[in-house]
């Protein structure tokens, strides 16, 4: 994995495995980014790589590069171009750091700018909650990061962070609950980076194959204890509906529940039903067996699975539970049990389920 460090108008390319800055570094903005506009050839305000491009950010301007077409002038617009849901928030310029994560197949971005945490959901282009850095990092205060950060970024996996302040780093393991020697310590930062010559960094990003890996698995998610809170804080959560869902009926069933584009929902399914007159044509709303065919109710969905659809649109196999799940669309929520057409006179039973809304957390 390459680092690439900003302050000023230079930056160095930093290799993470062999821990040294590369042969011919520190360079000028404007020689190794040459792609870059005029005005963002020194003085970043901070910056980002994702999806196979790279991210600048300097006021209210953004401008972004194809790491994979490096000689093609940048596109560069306003950051609320990019990202919408920043419209008319404290986020939409002069950022401070920024940096993305990707948690249960979900795309955020964390932002950040004076004392002030935000999490963008790059699904649905949303804001989805803001805090203080210090009710997002425990003991902030303490270690003097509670009032503003330079930069964010990962280091060796996607479970721990990195932060810069000034000369100074900060490193936090949200993997383990046992502090390792240097977490929640303040160094120089040329105890990370050796050989550094910067007296700060204003942007860091980094690049490796796949740019960022999903992160779900190392963070647990959204409920894994993080410094005693959570990566995502926790949102409330608020039971909105339950209902019967019968196996004998072909067709969409309506829970009852409308639900709005950009809502956060988790659902609970209990129950055993069958498909057929064998003792073996039993299933949960799981129901891993079975291959995808033009036979079935829904031919794109899990055979002999619990499915669900908001308004016009297919969403998804739910089977037993689906855990913080953003809606794209408006409209009725209705579930289906996946059986072969026609043949739903020979099936009986019910699943239970259970539908809960996430709230935003408190500030």
Not at 15 to 26: A, F, R
Not at 164 to 180: A, F, W
Not at 220 to 243: D, H
Request: charged content about 20%; some cysteine; proline content about 6%.
């Amino acid at each position: 994995m390459k680092s690439y460090l900003f302050f000023s108008n230079q930056y160095i390319r930093y290799d993470n495995h062999s821990v040294k800055i590369d042969t011919g570094y520190p360079k000028q903005i404007k020689d190794g980014w040459s792609m870059l506009p005029q005005g963002f050839h020194g003085d970043l305000d901070t910056a980002m790589s994702w999806g196979g491009k790279a991210y600048f950010f300097k006021k209210n301007q953004c401008a972004v590069i194809d790491l994979h077409r490096p000689n093609i002038p940048a596109q560069t617009e306003s950051i609320t171009t990019f990202f919408p849901g920043l419209k008319g928030v404290t986020f939409s310029s002069t950022l401070d750091a920024i940096l993305p994560i990707v948690v249960k197949n979900m795309n955020f971005l964390m932002l950040y700018k004076k004392d002030q945490v935000g999490i963008y959901n790059l699904n649905i282009d949303k804001l989805h909650m803001v805090c203080t850095i210090s009710k997002f990092f425990p003991n902030a205060e303490q270690i003097g990061i509670n009032q503003s950060i330079d930069t964010i970024a990962h280091y060796h996996d996607p479970s721990r962070l990195i932060i810069t302040l000034g000369n100074k780093h900060v490193r936090y393991d949200l993997s383990s609950e046992v502090d390792p020697p240097t977490y929640r310590r303040t160094l120089d930062i040329s105890a990370y980076w050796p050989d550094i010559t910067f007296s700060k960094i204003q942007a860091i990003f980094q690049v490796n194959g796949d740019e960022i890996v999903d992160s779900a698995k190392k963070l647990q998610a959204l409920n894994q204890p993080i410094l005693g809170q959570t990566l995502l804080p926790t949102p409330s959560i608020r039971k909105v509906g339950q209902c019967k869902i019968l196996a004998t009926k072909e067709g969409w069933q309506d829970s009852g529940i409308f639900l709005q584009g950009g809502d956060i929902i988790s659902i609970k399914a209990s129950g055993k039903v069958k498909y057929g007159s064998n003792p073996n044509q039993t299933s949960d709303a799981n129901r891993t067996g079975g291959l995808k065919n033009n036979k079935l109710f829904h031919p794109e969905g899990v055979p002999y699975a619990l499915l669900m659809k908001v308004g016009n649109k297919y969403i998804r196999t739910v089977g037993k539970h689906v855990d913080y799940l953003t809606i794209p669309n408006s409209g009725p929520l209705r579930f289906a049990y996946n059986g072969m057409k026609g043949t739903y006179n020979n099936h009986s039973g019910t699943f239970n389920v259970e539908i809960y809304l996430s709230l935003p957390p408190t500030k």
